[in-house]
């Protein structure tokens, strides 16, 4: 089996970004700034991801572009 790393994450709901955060052994969450309206950005803290960058949205905020800002920040990461 291959195991892939992924470019980063993007957790919607705070009840997922918190057993994402645990099944993954995060110890903190560091943020770094905020790419969209109410999706902070950061890096997990002693994950076994290693340093991906990490978006969280509450469940019930942003819009219909949200995400399409999310996926142009991985890329922009990604490409770097």
Do not use: N
Request: charged content about 15%; hydrophobic content about 45%.
């Amino acid at each position: 089996m291959t195991l892939c790393r992924p470019a980063g994450l993007y957790l919607s709901g705070g009840d997922v970004a918190i057993a994402v955060a645990a099944a993954l052994g995060a110890t903190g969450f560091h943020i770094k700034g905020q790419l969209a309206s109410c999706v902070p950005w950061g890096r997990f803290i002693d994950s076994i991801v290693g340093d991906i960058p990490v978006m969280t949205k509450a469940g019930g905020f942003g819009d219909g572009a949200t995400l399409h800002h999310v996926l142009r920040f991985i890329e922009e990461r990604v490409s770097d």
